[in-house]
């Protein structure tokens, strides 16, 4: 396996305060939000409902609402609020000197 490790994302000052930012990865599109009280979380892009891009929804409290249907989606618990339900990928993140880094899980080594 490989070791986990913490990948830069970029400055924290371009995440506006109740607001998100949207990163293409491999894996899909990540959405990096931030709170008013400048928490971050990283999760999918991804409405457990039908898909829609969390990341232009509207950020309140530790939540974000969906900009297609309304559903809640907690940010802390990567899952849709009462009364829906669905879970999201959610990464962790922390902030180094002013940046986001997310944590790369380990993965296993491919077959030799
Ligand atoms: S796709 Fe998000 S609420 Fe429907």
Redesign the pocket.
Known sequence: MTPDRWIALGWLRDVPARGARRIVTADGPMAIFRTSDDRVFAVEDR??????P?SQGIVHDSAVT??????VIDLEKAAARDP?NGCIKSFAVRISAGVVEILLPRIKAAAE
């Open positions: 409405c457990p409902h039908k898909g829609g969390l969906c900009p297609l249907h309304g559903w829906d």
